[in-house]
């Protein structure tokens, strides 16, 4: 059964570009949750979704940031004219209806020059 | 106040200790805490997992909760340096479905 799978692992853009980050969940899971880790911080919560819903975007920037889980396909994670400051790890995790784990895929290392 | 303070580190240890790793919290609502293991360069892997308060052992791992002081740990006995890695401790209010607050790890290392 394979895990929860990122795409890219790694990005490079500059400044200005648009970033999209992919996730696939696990097999069977219809919950799909996005995570920061910046340096030396400790992982952020920033949405949580479901097919073809947000279900909690709390974590969320409020500006050049969004997030789908279409009917088809994977979790994308959308990041529109990036800044050196949304240089960083970011990973999906997803789960099972009803269960609390999470599992989390490798991650997609950002890096804005 | 952050809603989950950790330990900040990083520990070294040499093999064959017990290790004691820590978090306080602020948010009595949090019922669910977990525990991850991330090797550099990975994506967290989920080690333990607790509901409310007690213990909960899995091999040299032992989890423990006391919501009365809001406050968790996890021990690693026999420590081995395959343990060398960032523990970071998570939790949430609702369960299922619901996002995680973690703290911001610490980093063990195990020396042979």
């Known amino acids: 059964n394979a895990g929860v799978m990122q795409n890219p692992r790694h990005l490079v853009r500059r400044r200005g570009q648009e970033a999209r980050l992919r996730c696939s969940p696990m097999k069977g899971h219809s919950h799909v949750y996005w995570y920061r880790q910046l340096p030396e911080e400790g992982l952020k919560f920033m949405v949580y979704?479901?097919?073809?819903?947000?279900?909690?975007e709390s974590g969320m920037p409020k500006e050049r940031f969004s997030a789908e889980f279409p009917k088809e396909g994977p979790s994308i994670l959308r990041i529109q004219q990036v800044v050196r400051g949304d240089s960083a790890a970011y990973f999906c995790?997803?789960?099972?209806?009803?269960?609390?784990?999470?599992?989390f895929g490798p991650g997609t290392r950002l890096l804005v020059l | 106040q952050k809603e989950v303070e950790q330990d900040p580190g990083p520990l070294s240890v040499p093999e064959g200790a017990i290790v004691s790793l820590n978090c306080t919290y602020s948010?009595?609502?949090?019922?669910?805490f977990m525990w991850y293991r991330q090797y550099s360069r990975k994506g967290p892997e989920l080690l333990m997992y607790?509901?409310?308060?007690g213990n909960k052992e899995d091999g040299r791992f032992t989890a423990q909760v006391d919501k009365s002081s809001k406050y968790i740990s996890l021990f690693i006995r026999d420590s081995q340096p395959s343990d060398s890695a960032t523990y970071l401790c998570a939790m949430s209010a609702t369960g299922a479905n619901s996002k995680l607050t973690f703290g911001k790890g610490i980093t063990l290392s195990v020396r042979p």
């Open positions: 995790a997803s789960s099972p209806p009803y269960l609390e784990t999470q599992y």
């Open positions: 948010n009595s609502a949090f019922q669910y």
């Open positions: 979704l479901q097919k073809e819903n947000i279900i909690d």
């Open positions: 607790t509901y409310s308060s």
